[in-house]
């Protein structure tokens, strides 16, 4: 980089004016870094450059983003940021003396308190120099720091607020829990009911309405009850926090977290998520034994038995001398913090060529077309991510001479190749609350949350995310009327169950069992493990065989009845993930994995799970939706609100008695259609006018009397992507405008008074505009019909062969999906890679039999 002038402390006394005067013209663009402000001095935006790397860290005076030397000139262009603080950290080997060596040397410390990079500080075999100066575009002048009397004052303030900042990882995550919870002031007295009220692990279903998710046990008295709506339409009813206004009971726990280390608590009375240190205490209550979750029978930890050790060495394959590996695609990611998950998902998208070339192919034009906090754009993140793994740039095989030393030696310099997904996992985790949090997470989850980000991010023509995208059909039958219906669903993951009665080393598993029962009594170690070999065939069986489907409503027979199930392929992906579902709960509560073998095959054929449609001799179950059953609770709640904002239109009145038709139908008619006017009220008119009460006084019922009869009123509810026409009139009625009527709908399946519910508690969608309305229902209903459709971009399945190739594998090491380890293997150039983290290295002996996730590609025809 080319330099106009130096100045420095030391130079003559001219040389304080003309400091001055040259900053002059940049002082309004110049900050200091407030509270709240996030100083990015460790890491570049668009790279993975530090000050430690060749051409050290630029950071702006303004916005406070650091920039590598390769991505500089780009930001100043963008913005005409002039002023940048450049800091740069040289590591330098010390030459031991006589007295086996200094201590190390550390010049400015005082400057880099706050400074996190890969290497340690406190090692005894090197020594750091660093160096701040300021640097003004474009003429690249350079002012050596500290230079406190030559500066301006506001310049020496804000280069020393910059300089002393908090790194911005340290507390980014303003919605983890487990740094910002306080004790709840309920714990230490909470009283709890004696009513017998024993939580099975599992089954579970809120006491006052169906759903099945997002559910909550109350502290005090064990009920059951969902959480509120989230702004996507998912959640629950709200029921846990009426419950809480009718009794006063205050915590919480959310079903589904809990886990040795802890569970979610919510405080109804304070309003936010807490801790309460009597959790195992409280769970116990009703029959949740949270302690028995971390020690065994015999009362020995996890971790003290010898096959869970076992487990970890197989699949890191230890004890095996693996050779390092360098170069593009062979770049180690850091853990910061139970990551693993994180890195070992990352590892595999980004192994496939259609991320590559939507990322990194694209790299130049995302960077360029990057918002001016390119920290905060997804795409951004994702081709520096991906550009970071590929380029090789941070995964430099050490010199032979290095090599040679660290044989010696027998140990190893600090680790300077690899990345830290630092700002990457801040971005993707933002407002997750468990992503966000620094808890160990499903790769699973992961995988799909990463997806959902990047059908929400478009980038270019082609989304990267359509190679995971296929099609299911889901055949579902009426045991008593023998009538089926066929729909299809989108998904990106193939969920095979572990069958495991069918394990092929049943006589051993018996003979192990017997010797840990008897290892047990007389407490002494347990004997070696037996895992179950279970054929993947068994597995795949168990995936096409019908399964049970709870609280089936047969529309055949207007009624619960029993219903089966059967999935089915109606489209194959370009890239078949496979999910080996290893983690359940056992009766006693305990969380516990699988640990079982499973015979993964290299090549995998699933054509024979192609979907067939309907065939002849079968019969369809009719298009009607159950009916509309509002909870009692409610009704009273919305009958105010709905006769008073109902208004009938008696010009479409007058306009449908001038047709001959009695008054009082007339008067129904607009009612029952929302004011919709008189066009719309003639069709209820046809389709009613047989019906004995037809010319009956209108009676204005109760809301819920209005919902319940949905039947009647609505007539039968079609089963098509746009809510029933008269529901969207009712909503209408009350004053709201029609697409957020829709949308209100869609989000609660066509349930009219969660609907209501979902409008009120999201106020601000009201001030939206009629365009950005229309635009958010167009989007809706593209997503609705992605499935077989074909647009003018042709179609988002890319359907072909059935018949697969493995690649990778996601494996996972620990008792639970919430604890353990995850490492990835990937077949690269013909052989098999561990990733391990920062280490990567060929892999010997690959454990494909106790994988978590499979990673297929299909074979060309």
Same mark, same amino acid.
């Not at 092929?504 to 069992?513: G, H, M, Q, R, S």
């Not at 109902?646 to 001038?658: G, R």
């Given at each position: 980089?080319?330099?106009?002038?130096?100045?420095?402390?030391?130079?003559?006394?001219?040389?304080?004016?003309?400091?001055?005067?040259?900053?002059?013209?940049?002082?309004?663009?110049?900050?200091?870094?407030?509270?709240?402000?996030?100083?990015?001095?460790?890491?570049?935006?668009?790279?993975?450059?530090?000050?430690?790397?060749?051409?050290?860290?630029?950071?702006?005076?303004?916005?406070?983003?650091?920039?590598?030397?390769?991505?500089?000139?780009?930001?100043?262009?963008?913005?005409?940021?002039?002023?940048?603080?450049?800091?740069?950290?040289?590591?330098?080997?010390?030459?031991?003396?006589?007295?086996?060596?200094?201590?190390?040397?550390?010049?400015?410390?005082?400057?880099?308190?706050?400074?996190?990079?890969?290497?340690?500080?406190?090692?005894?075999?090197?020594?750091?120099?660093?160096?701040?100066?300021?640097?003004?575009?474009?003429?690249?002048?350079?002012?050596?720091?500290?230079?406190?009397?030559?500066?301006?004052?506001?310049?020496?303030?804000?280069?020393?607020?910059?300089?002393?900042?908090?790194?911005?990882?340290?507390?980014?995550?303003?919605?983890?829990?487990?740094?910002?919870?306080?004790?709840?002031?309920?714990?230490?007295?909470?009283?709890?009911?004696?009513?017998?009220?024993?939580?099975?692990?599992?089954?579970?279903?809120?006491?006052?309405?169906?759903?099945?998710?997002?559910?909550?046990?109350?502290?005090?008295?064990?009920?059951?009850?969902?959480?509120?709506?989230?702004?996507?339409?998912?959640?629950?009813?709200?029921?846990?926090?009426?419950?809480?206004?009718?009794?006063?009971?205050?915590?919480?726990?959310?079903?589904?977290?809990?886990?040795?280390?802890?569970?979610?608590?919510?405080?109804?009375?304070?309003?936010?998520?807490?801790?309460?240190?009597?959790?195992?205490?409280?769970?116990?209550?009703?029959?949740?034994?949270?302690?028995?979750?971390?020690?065994?029978?015999?009362?020995?930890?996890?971790?003290?038995?010898?096959?869970?050790?076992?487990?970890?060495?197989?699949?890191?394959?230890?004890?095996?001398?693996?050779?390092?590996?360098?170069?593009?695609?062979?770049?180690?990611?850091?853990?910061?913090?139970?990551?693993?998950?994180?890195?070992?998902?990352?590892?595999?998208?980004?192994?496939?060529?259609?991320?590559?070339?939507?990322?990194?192919?694209?790299?130049?034009?995302?960077?360029?077309?990057?918002?001016?906090?390119?920290?905060?754009?997804?795409?951004?993140?994702?081709?520096?991510?991906?550009?970071?793994?590929?380029?090789?740039?941070?995964?430099?095989?050490?010199?032979?001479?290095?090599?040679?030393?660290?044989?010696?030696?027998?140990?190893?310099?600090?680790?300077?190749?690899?990345?830290?997904?630092?700002?990457?996992?801040?971005?993707?985790?933002?407002?997750?609350?468990?992503?966000?949090?620094?808890?160990?997470?499903?790769?699973?989850?992961?995988?799909?949350?990463?997806?959902?980000?990047?059908?929400?991010?478009?980038?270019?023509?082609?989304?990267?995310?359509?190679?995971?995208?296929?099609?299911?059909?889901?055949?579902?039958?009426?045991?008593?009327?023998?009538?089926?219906?066929?729909?299809?669903?989108?998904?990106?993951?193939?969920?095979?169950?572990?069958?495991?009665?069918?394990?092929?080393?049943?006589?051993?598993?018996?003979?192990?069992?017997?010797?840990?029962?008897?290892?047990?009594?007389?407490?002494?170690?347990?004997?070696?493990?037996?895992?179950?070999?279970?054929?993947?065939?068994?597995?795949?069986?168990?995936?096409?065989?019908?399964?049970?489907?709870?609280?089936?409503?047969?529309?055949?027979?207007?009624?619960?009845?029993?219903?089966?199930?059967?999935?089915?392929?109606?489209?194959?992906?370009?890239?078949?993930?496979?999910?080996?579902?290893?983690?359940?709960?056992?009766?006693?509560?305990?969380?516990?994995?699988?640990?079982?073998?499973?015979?993964?095959?290299?090549?995998?054929?699933?054509?024979?799970?192609? *979907?067939?449609?309907?065939?002849?001799?079968?019969? $369809?179950? &009719? =298009?009607? +939706?159950? !009916?509309?059953? @509002? #909870?009692?609770?409610?009704?009273?709640?919305?009958?105010?609100?709905?006769?008073?904002?109902?208004?009938?239109d008696e010009s479409s009145v007058m306009q449908l008695a001038e047709?001959?038709?009695?008054?009082?139908?007339?008067?129904?008619?607009?009612?029952?259609?929302?004011?919709?006017?008189?066009?719309? *009220?003639?069709?209820?008119?046809?389709?009613?006018? $047989?019906? &004995? =009460?037809? +010319?009956? !006084?209108?009676? @204005? #019922?109760?809301?819920?009397?209005?919902?319940?009869?949905?039947?009647?009123?609505?007539?039968?509810?079609?089963?098509?992507?746009?809510?029933?026409?008269?529901?969207?009139?009712?909503?209408?009625?009350?004053?709201?405008?029609?697409?957020?009527?829709?949308?209100?709908?869609?989000?609660?399946?066509?349930?009219?008074?969660?609907?209501?519910?979902?409008?009120?508690?999201?106020?601000?969608?009201?001030?939206?505009?009629? #365009?950005?309305?229309?635009m958010m229902d167009m989007e809706n209903t593209a997503n609705a019909?992605?499935?077989?459709?074909?647009?003018?971009?042709?179609?988002?399945?890319?359907?072909?062969?059935?018949?697969?190739?493995?690649?990778?594998?996601?494996?996972?090491?620990?008792?639970?999906?919430?604890?353990?380890?995850?490492?990835?293997?990937?077949?690269?150039?013909?052989?098999?890679?561990?990733?391990?983290?920062?280490?990567?290295?060929?892999?010997?002996?690959?454990?494909?039999?106790?994988?978590?996730?499979?990673?297929?590609?299909?074979?060309?025809?």
């Amino acid at each position: 980089m080319q330099r106009a002038a130096f100045f420095s402390g030391g130079d003559a006394q001219m040389a304080a004016g003309d400091l001055g005067e040259l900053l002059v013209p940049y002082m309004p663009t110049i900050r200091v870094p407030k509270s709240g402000d996030r100083v990015y001095k460790t890491e570049c935006a668009f790279s993975y450059d530090s000050p430690e790397s060749e051409g050290g860290l630029y950071v702006c005076m303004n916005t406070f983003l650091g920039f590598g030397r390769e991505h500089i000139e780009r930001h100043y262009r963008k913005t005409g940021q002039c002023v940048y603080l450049h800091l740069k950290r040289r590591v330098i080997e010390k030459v031991p003396g006589a007295s086996g060596g200094a201590l190390p040397k550390r010049r400015n410390a005082k400057l880099f308190l706050d400074l996190e990079t890969n290497s340690d500080p406190n090692n005894d075999d090197f020594e750091y120099e660093d160096e701040a100066k300021l640097v003004i575009f474009p003429d690249h002048y350079e002012i050596l720091l500290p230079n406190i009397e030559e500066l301006p004052a506001l310049v020496t303030i804000a280069c020393d607020a910059l300089l002393s900042a908090k790194s911005p990882y340290r507390k980014q995550d303003p919605d983890s829990w487990e740094e910002e919870l306080q004790a709840s002031k309920h714990a230490k007295t909470l009283v709890q009911l004696d009513n017998g009220v024993r939580i099975p692990p599992s089954g579970w279903k809120c006491s006052k309405c169906d759903l099945r998710e997002n559910l909550w046990l109350n502290l005090t008295d064990g009920s059951v009850l969902c959480g509120k709506w989230f702004f996507d339409g998912s959640g629950g009813n709200g029921h846990a926090m009426e419950h809480y206004k009718e009794t006063g009971y205050p915590l919480a726990v959310k079903l589904g977290t809990i886990t040795p280390d802890g569970a979610d608590v919510y405080s109804f009375d304070e309003e936010e998520p807490v801790l309460d240190p009597h959790i195992a205490k409280h769970l116990a209550h009703f029959g949740i034994d949270m302690l028995q979750m971390q020690v065994t029978e015999n009362g020995l930890r996890d971790n003290d038995i010898k096959p869970r050790v076992s487990e970890w060495e197989v699949i890191q394959e230890a004890g095996v001398k693996l050779k390092p590996m360098y170069g593009p695609g062979y770049t180690g990611m850091k853990n910061v913090g139970n990551s693993c998950y994180l890195n070992a998902v990352m590892q595999a998208i980004f192994s496939i060529p259609e991320f590559q070339r939507a990322y990194v192919g694209n790299l130049p034009r995302i960077f360029d077309y990057s918002p001016l906090d390119p920290t905060q754009d997804f795409n951004t993140q994702m081709a520096k991510l991906g550009h970071g793994l590929l380029s090789g740039q941070y995964s430099k095989p050490p010199m032979k001479s290095e090599l040679i030393e660290q044989v010696m030696k027998e140990e190893h310099k600090p680790q300077h190749n690899g990345i830290s997904p630092r700002m990457f996992k801040a971005f993707v985790s933002k407002g997750h609350p468990e992503f966000s949090s620094n808890r160990q997470q499903d790769a699973q989850e992961f995988f799909l949350h990463l997806i959902n980000l990047v059908e929400r991010n478009p980038v270019g023509s082609e989304n990267p995310s359509d190679v995971f995208r296929f099609l299911v059909e889901e055949r579902t039958q009426c045991c008593q009327s023998r009538k089926v219906r066929y729909t299809e669903r989108v998904d990106y993951i193939m969920q095979l169950p572990v069958a495991m009665e069918a394990a092929t080393n049943k006589d051993e598993l018996i003979a192990y069992e017997l010797k840990r029962r008897e290892a047990e009594a007389a407490r002494r170690p347990p004997p070696e493990l037996v895992r179950a070999k279970i054929p993947f065939s068994a597995c795949l069986q168990a995936f096409s065989e019908p399964n049970n489907v709870e609280d089936f409503w047969s529309s055949a027979l207007q009624a619960k009845s029993a219903g089966v199930k059967t999935s089915r392929f109606a489209s194959f992906p370009e890239y078949l993930v496979v999910q080996i579902k290893k983690f359940t709960f056992g009766l006693d509560w305990i969380p516990k994995k699988l640990d079982v073998s499973v015979d993964m095959p290299d090549f995998l054929d699933i054509s024979h799970l192609r *979907a067939r449609g309907l065939q002849p001799g079968e019969e $369809e179950l &009719p =298009d009607i +939706a159950p !009916p509309i059953i @509002i #909870p009692d609770d409610a009704k009273d709640r919305m009958t105010n609100h709905f006769v008073e904002s109902l208004d009938i239109d008696e010009s479409s009145v007058m306009q449908l008695a001038e047709m001959g038709f009695p008054l009082e139908a007339c008067r129904k008619a607009v009612y029952y259609t929302g004011n919709l006017g008189a066009e719309v *009220a003639f069709n209820w008119i046809i389709a009613h006018m $047989e019906e &004995p =009460d037809f +010319a009956e !006084p209108l009676v @204005i #019922p109760a809301f819920g009397e209005v919902a319940s009869s949905g039947a009647a009123v609505f007539g039968a509810v079609g089963l098509d992507n746009q809510p029933p026409e008269e529901m969207v009139a009712i909503i209408i009625s009350m004053g709201f405008q029609r697409n957020l009527a829709i949308q209100a709908l869609k989000a609660t399946n066509n349930n009219l008074e969660r609907a209501l519910e979902w409008i009120f508690s999201h106020p601000e969608l009201e001030e939206e505009t009629e #365009p950005a309305l229309d635009m958010m229902d167009m989007e809706n209903t593209a997503n609705a019909n992605i499935l077989a459709e074909t647009g003018s971009e042709g179609p988002r399945i890319k359907d072909g062969s059935g018949r697969y190739e493995l690649f990778g594998f996601i494996s996972h090491m620990g008792t639970s999906t919430m604890s353990g380890h995850y490492v990835c293997h990937l077949k690269k150039e013909g052989r098999w890679v561990i990733y391990n983290d920062l280490r990567v290295c060929a892999s010997e002996r690959p454990p494909k039999d106790l994988g978590y996730i499979y990673f297929y590609h299909r074979i060309p025809s």
